[in-house]
């Protein structure tokens, strides 16, 4: 038990640092692809190797579910999502700084706890509500130089930060569909259906000609990108699989940090490909607020179990099953 928490663990902080890794890599190729380009990249490599690892393992997606107009309707509104939230986040990354992007990507997790509430008529903590104020506090404190301007003037930073939100926003759709189509699908056969219908959708909008214009760096931080959607994903459902999936939840949270920190390393080795974060004191503290509050969100039931007492919220109507 204690060996399958202790690769649980080890997963979890991978899907973690390539998380957090990736918009610092995608920041690069921005600069020669459109966002379109880079995400058809991305779901292309990766839905060659997932597709590539489940033939060997002979767990290919049954193709009569795809047929049945229920499902297939369900993986049409998890594409729409998950694609959503792939172009806008790229979107993001034009105008924000990747700590700043995925500091609002905590956004996500919140609100498919909401969802959840109300469409799959789950229960809402008390720590969980506890956990999303302080997420918002945190979100107020680490943008505390750039608020009247978020909030007053619609200039490119402002735009970044409605990319961001709107990609939060999606993902939600992703995250609430996902949860239904795994009372028939395993995870890694959804990503590999989501992955090939996001491919087939990307590519008349796609400038795949683009690649051609990538120097041998960006060829690298490109092929990073396809490979870490892979692996991410991937060593987050093995994460799931061997450790509970509060502790797993929580130690994904900590993906802006570590964003943060390797934005700090590769700008002090090479300041003139990396910029420095842009951070005062209190955004440094903001960001580690937004954590923290995201975690407790994830586990704080269980360092609070007995004054925290379930809250529920009336369904919006009938979940569709």
């Known amino acids: 038990m204690k060996q399958q928490a202790g690769t649980g663990i080890a997963l979890a902080l991978v899907t973690a640092m390539c998380w957090g890794s990736l918009p610092i890599a995608m920041k690069q190729i921005l600069v020669v692809m459109d966002p379109f380009t880079i995400v058809f990249y991305r779901f292309l490599m990766a839905t060659v190797g997932l597709g590539a690892i ?56 919140v609100g498919m706890m909401i969802a959840s509430v109300f469409i799959l008529k789950e229960k809402m903590r008390t720590s969980q509500i506890i956990g999303a104020v302080t997420l918002i506090c ?18 490119d930073y402002t735009l970044g930060v409605i990319f961001g ?11 609430v569909t996902q949860k239904v189509l795994l009372r028939r699908l395993a995870s890694q056969q959804i990503l590999f259906l989501l992955y090939t219908l996001c491919t087939i959708a990307l590519l008349p909008l796609a400038q ?48 802006p940090l570590f964003t943060l920190l390797f934005s700090e390393l590769l700008s002090l080795a090479w300041p003139h490909s990396f910029a420095v974060p842009a951070l005062n004191l209190l955004g440094f503290i903001g960001a580690v607020v937004v954590v923290a509050g995201a975690m407790f969100s994830a586990i704080g039931h269980r360092l609070w179990p007995q004054r925290n007492k379930p809250v529920t919220a009336p369904p919006l109507g009938p979940t569709g099953e």
């Not at 229920?70 to 594409?79: F, K, Q």
């Not at 945190?138 to 200039?155: K, P, V, Y």
């Open 54 to 109: 489940l033939v060997m393992k002979r767990q290919l997606p049954p193709l009569h579910i795809c047929l049945r107009t229920r499902w297939a309707l369900l993986l049409v509104i998890a594409t729409c999502g998950l694609l959503g939230n792939f172009v806008l986040f790229s979107s993001s990354l034009q105008y924000l700084s990747p700590t700043a992007s995925q500091v609002i990507a905590q956004l996500a997790p």
């Open 138 to 155: 945190g979100l107020a404190m680490f943008f505390n130089t750039s608020l009247i301007e978020i909030f007053t003037r619609l200039t």
């Open 165 to 175: 939100v709107c990609a939060a926003a999606v993902w939600i759709i992703y995250g």
């Open 208 to 255: 795949t000609e683009r690649i051609l214009q990538l120097d041998g760096w960006q060829w690298l931080c490109l092929l990073y990108c396809g490979a870490n959607t892979l692996v991410g994903y991937g060593a987050l459902a093995e994460a799931y699989a061997r450790w509970q999936a509060a502790q797993v939840s929580a130690l994904v949270t900590l993906t």
